[in-house]
């Protein structure tokens, strides 16, 4: 869906968008459309008071306290920071921050349509086999709990703390090491994340040889390169648990 947002999937406007909403978003009910709005304003002003991703995903006030993070993270675990995320997009929360999108009475059916077919595909065939109840167990439960917990982390790794600045180079941060973390956290190879947002239309089988064309540059700053997601945590949070309750 990322690649898709940025029209990099496939050469063919069209076939990108298409394939991108029925194969990546539709399966997890979203638009493709109102992704890429957002996405793309993300790209153009990241980490300022009006950047979607920062709305969505809380980073405008990084560091917290370790305690807090932790309850954050255990709520997007069990489920609950799903829930809340969707009451505030349903109450209209970020009304204001996300683009407008204009979609045609037809792009909106044809997105309507990739979530009920995908999904009902899924689920057909699921029962067909005599596993109905693994469409929920592997599809529907990860997609409300271990989907939002690796999104935050994603998040918080790739600007959570950092300042508003004209170089994106300065408020960015890669994982510089590819490994088990960044095959859950961040795939694709967008843990290269300094990369992605100097160079959007570059794909992401390409980042990391731009990450290691930069490198030897020098033209990465050292400050925002992470062997792991696990440094990032300790950076972005305090660690006196008691003063989560302030």
């Known amino acids: 869906m990322h690649e898709s947002a940025h029209g990099l999937l496939l050469r063919g406007q069209k076939a990108n968008d298409r394939l991108g909403q029925?194969?990546?978003?539709?399966?997890?009910?979203?638009?493709?459309?109102?992704?890429?709005?957002?996405?793309?304003?993300?790209?153009?002003?990241?980490m300022e008071h009006d950047d979607p991703v920062v709305a969505v995903f809380g980073l405008g006030d990084y560091p917290l306290p370790r305690g807090?993070?932790?309850?954050?993270?255990?709520?997007?675990?069990?489920g609950v920071g799903y829930f809340i995320s969707a009451l505030r997009f349903a109450r209209g929360d970020y009304r204001a921050i996300m683009p407008r999108v204009d979609k045609s009475p037809r792009q909106a059916l044809e997105e309507v349509l990739s979530?009920?077919?995908?999904?009902?595909?899924?689920?057909?065939?699921?029962?067909?086999s005599g596993h109905p109840w693994l469409y929920l167990g592997l599809w529907l439960l990860p997609a409300i709990t271990l989907l939002p917990l690796l999104g935050r982390v994603?998040?918080?790794m790739e600007h959570a703390g950092l300042p508003v600045a004209a170089?994106?180079?300065?408020?960015a941060r890669s994982i510089v090491r590819p490994s088990v973390q960044t095959f859950l956290f961040g795939p694709h190879a967008i843990h290269y994340h300094i990369e992605h947002h100097l160079y959007v239309r570059?794909?992401?089988?390409?980042?990391?040889?731009?990450?290691?064309?930069?490198?030897?540059?020098?033209?990465?700053?050292?400050?925002?390169?992470?062997?792991?997601?696990?440094?990032?945590?300790?950076?972005?949070?305090?660690?006196?648990?008691?003063?989560?309750?302030?």
């Open 115 to 128: 979530m009920l077919v995908s999904n009902g595909l899924l689920f057909g065939l699921l029962a067909w």
């Open 154 to 156: 994603r998040a918080i």
């Open 22 to 46: 029925w194969l990546a978003a539709g399966p997890l009910f979203l638009s493709l459309c109102t992704y890429r709005a957002g996405h793309l304003k993300h790209h153009l002003h990241p």
């Open 68 to 78: 807090k993070l932790a309850l954050r993270l255990l709520a997007d675990l069990c």
């Open 167 to 171: 170089d994106q180079s300065r408020n």
């Open 202 to 246: 570059v794909p992401f089988y390409h980042l990391g040889g731009l990450h290691r064309q930069l490198a030897t540059a020098q033209l990465l700053p050292e400050g925002n390169l992470y062997q792991g997601y696990g440094g990032v945590l300790r950076d972005v949070s305090d660690p006196d648990w008691t003063s989560a309750a302030r």
